[in-house]
């Protein structure tokens, strides 16, 4: 009890360090941001905590009076002889290293791979974890990581259309909507490049489409085009141009 007590410090202590070391809020290095910094500490926790472990459950059978160096010969052979049904795991461990070095994603990057899309909460040595739009977490191996889509480098662009009547002035409604894309891009810290009317998309059998474009920061993409169709409907509403 008293091996498991001082394992159990001996981790906690480390994860203080490590978080002293390689703190979240800042960069110690120019080339380590916050996030790449939140993935290495967790990648080092993740290694300690096997190692932690590992070192009591060695000691705790010596103190039981197994001979642990005949056990470690043996699981050495039985590592090896178990090699090939462990290439998994192996390829999980190569994945994480290589995921880091690569800077593929780091904690807290909306991301897409594995078939699914969310936010990485948690990067270990073995898993990755991801936190989806709906609330769900879902476990990556990553070894299974083969191709990563990062929804958070660089500015992103956001799109859509607004459908005016063939009887509405295009002219008139294009300046309706540029105002108001205008007025809720002024001073908005989340976009990059102001919105505004690109020309006709589509001419369908009812509607003139009208294509809006711009740039916001990442993961932003998202809320501004909700709040974008709001103002677009309400300056609609207030000139009188009824969307089709």
């Given at each position: 009890?008293?091996?498991?007590?001082?394992?159990?410090?001996?981790?906690?202590?480390?994860?203080?360090?490590?978080?002293?070391?390689?703190?979240?809020?800042?960069?110690?290095?120019?080339?380590?941001?916050?996030?790449?910094?939140?993935?290495?500490?967790?990648?080092?926790?993740?290694?300690?905590?096997?190692?932690?472990?590992?070192?009591?459950?060695?000691?705790?059978?010596?103190?039981?009076?197994?001979?642990?160096?005949?056990?470690?010969?043996?699981?050495?052979?039985?590592?090896?002889?178990?090699?090939?049904?462990?290439?998994?795991?192996?390829?999980?461990?190569?994945?994480?290293?290589?995921?880091?070095?690569?800077?593929?994603?780091?904690v807290g990057d909306l991301v897409r791979?594995?078939?699914?899309?969310?936010?990485?909460?948690?990067?270990?040595?073995?898993?990755?974890?991801?936190?989806?739009?709906?609330?769900?977490?879902?476990?990556?191996?990553?070894?299974?990581?083969?191709?990563?889509?990062?929804?958070?480098?660089?500015?992103?662009?956001?799109?859509?259309?607004?459908?005016?009547?063939?009887?509405?002035?295009?002219?008139?409604?294009?300046?309706?909507?540029?105002?108001?894309?205008?007025?809720?891009?002024?001073?908005?810290?989340?976009?990059?490049?102001?919105?505004?009317?690109?020309?006709?998309?589509?001419?369908?059998?009812?509607?003139?489409?009208?294509?809006?474009?711009?740039?916001?920061?990442?993961?932003?993409?998202?809320?501004?085009?909700?709040?974008?169709?709001?103002?677009?409907?309400?300056?609609?509403?207030?000139?009188?141009?009824?969307?089709?």
């Amino acid at each position: 009890m008293l091996v498991i007590a001082l394992g159990w410090l001996a981790l906690a202590t480390a994860r203080r360090r490590v978080a002293r070391v390689l703190p979240a809020g800042r960069s110690t290095a120019p080339y380590l941001d916050s996030p790449r910094l939140r993935t290495l500490a967790g990648l080092v926790n993740s290694v300690l905590r096997y190692l932690v472990y590992f070192l009591v459950a060695v000691t705790v059978l010596s103190l039981l009076g197994v001979d642990t160096r005949s056990l470690l010969m043996g699981a050495g052979l039985l590592g090896l002889a178990a090699g090939f049904g462990a290439q998994g795991l192996i390829r999980d461990f190569l994945g994480g290293f290589l995921i880091l070095l690569e800077d593929q994603f780091a904690v807290g990057d909306l991301v897409r791979m594995a078939g699914l899309e969310g936010v990485v909460e948690e990067m270990g040595l073995r898993t990755t974890r991801l936190r989806a739009p709906g609330g769900e977490v879902h476990l990556i191996p990553n070894g299974r990581i083969q191709e990563v889509t990062n929804l958070s480098r660089g500015a992103m662009q956001v799109s859509f259309t607004v459908s005016v009547p063939y009887k509405a002035d295009i002219d008139r409604a294009s300046s309706v909507i540029d105002e108001a894309l205008s007025r809720y891009s002024a001073g908005n810290p989340a976009i990059v490049k102001a919105p505004t009317v690109l020309g006709v998309e589509e001419l369908t059998g009812t509607s003139v489409r009208l294509l809006i474009g711009g740039t916001t920061r990442p993961m932003e993409q998202g809320p501004v085009a909700r709040d974008l169709r709001l103002q677009v409907k309400r300056a609609l509403d207030a000139a009188d141009i009824t969307p089709s």
